[in-house]
């Protein structure tokens, strides 16, 4: 069965600083990884996916996160912090089965804080 | 529409009465879930459908939960008998039925049970 842990529940980071919230996942196939982002109020925003190729995947606002195979995680990142980046993060996997399979699964979030 | 459409925003129930939360899906998204968020807290899986094979029905907590989806469009996720521990917010996402594209939600049903 898949699953996907981010052992953070709050991860705090002063404006301009980096900042990285962690991701591992398990899988048996081959894993699709996606990062969302929740703002008050509001529903899942997608921010980005690793499907296959390059480790390193840019997406929206500035956010960008690195696949790592050895380490099953997919970390997500950002160089400069900003207040309005404050919001629950979640990052989710689906396996690549053979045959298909298409269920989506969601770590537990996030909760990110940027000060100034 | 162009994204995903949830009805009601919020509903308030009492307890004991049924409900019924709608969600229409982005046109062409075979893939159709629903997840339940308490406040505060994380995503939970309630169901997911995937064009005209069986649903997974595995995160539906009770049987007091169901869920239908005509085709590939409408899907209605159904509570007989709410409970007080039923408040939350449902959220519904739709995606292409291949496993590397991204899920889009709906802003969700928040639910308050009385």
């Keep these: 069965a898949q699953s996907v842990a981010q052992p953070e529940d709050q991860v705090n980071v002063a404006e301009g600083n980096p900042l990285t919230v962690k991701c591992t996942y398990s899988v048996s196939g081959n894993p699709y990884l996606f990062w969302y982002v929740q703002y008050p109020n509001r529903g899942l925003q997608f921010l980005l996916k690793y499907i296959t190729g390059d480790n390193l995947v840019k997406g929206s606002y500035g956010f960008e996160a690195e696949f790592n195979k050895s380490q ?5 990142k950002k160089p400069s912090a900003l207040v309005s980046d404050s919001a629950l993060y979640f990052c989710a996997v689906r396996e690549g089965l053979t045959g ?3 269920k989506l699964t969601f770590g537990t979030g996030t909760q990110l804080k940027v000060e100034l | 529409g162009a994204g995903v459409s949830q009805s009601p925003s919020n ?3 009492e307890k004991g009465k049924d409900v019924e939360l709608r969600c ?3 046109s062409g998204h075979t893939a159709l879930y629903w997840y339940r ?3 505060g807290q994380g995503l939970e899986f309630l169901i997911y459908f995937q064009g005209n ?3 997974d029905k595995s995160g539906l907590p009770s049987d007091r939960f169901s869920a239908e989806r005509t085709g590939e ?3 209605t996720l159904t509570i007989q008998r709410t409970q007080q ?3 939350a917010v449902y959220l519904c996402a739709s995606s292409f039925g291949v496993p590397n594209t991204e899920a889009f939600f709906g802003q969700g049903t928040r639910l308050t049970v009385v």
């Design chain 2, 73 to 75: 469009s409408v899907s």
């Design chain 2, 11 to 13: 509903k308030v129930t």
């Design chain 1, 100 to 102: 298909g399979g298409n």
């Design chain 2, 53 to 55: 094979s069986a649903p």
């Design chain 1, 72 to 76: 099953t995680s997919f970390h997500l």
């Design chain 2, 24 to 26: 229409d899906p982005i």
């Design chain 2, 37 to 39: 968020q308490r406040l």
């Design chain 2, 85 to 87: 521990e039923d408040s």
